[in-house]
C-alpha cells in the first residue's frame, strides 16, 4: 500500500517530517514539488509552447510528410 510522507531537503539530505517506521532497505519513492514562482513559470512556458507547437499551420508539414 502506497503512504505519502512530507518531507524537507536540509544540507542536501531529505528529512521526513511525519512520524513513519521504515525497515532499513524500504524502497521509496520521491515527488518533488514545486514551489509557487516554479509553478508559476512551468504553466507560462506550457501557454508559450502550445501557441507554437499546436496550431493549425503547422498541419501543411503533416501534409507534406503523408505525401
Given at each position: 500500500?502506497?503512504?505519502?510522507?512530507?518531507?524537507?531537503?536540509?544540507?542536501?539530505?531529505?528529512?521526513?517530517?511525519?512520524?513513519?517506521?521504515?525497515?532499513?532497505?524500504?524502497?521509496?519513492?520521491?515527488?518533488?514539488?514545486?514551489?509557487?514562482?516554479?509553478?508559476?513559470?512551468?504553466?507560462?512556458?506550457?501557454?508559450?509552447l502550445?501557441a507554437?507547437?499546436?496550431?493549425?499551420?503547422?498541419?501543411?508539414y503533416?501534409q507534406?510528410?503523408?505525401?
Amino acid at each position: 500500500m502506497a503512504t505519502t510522507v512530507h518531507g524537507v531537503v536540509r544540507d542536501g539530505k531529505i528529512e521526513v517530517l511525519d512520524s513513519i517506521d521504515l525497515p532499513e532497505g524500504a524502497k521509496i519513492l520521491i515527488t518533488l514539488v514545486p514551489d509557487d514562482e516554479s509553478r508559476f513559470w512551468l504553466g507560462v512556458s506550457q501557454i508559450a509552447l502550445d501557441a507554437i507547437w499546436d496550431n493549425p499551420e503547422d498541419d501543411v508539414y503533416a501534409q507534406l510528410l503523408e505525401k
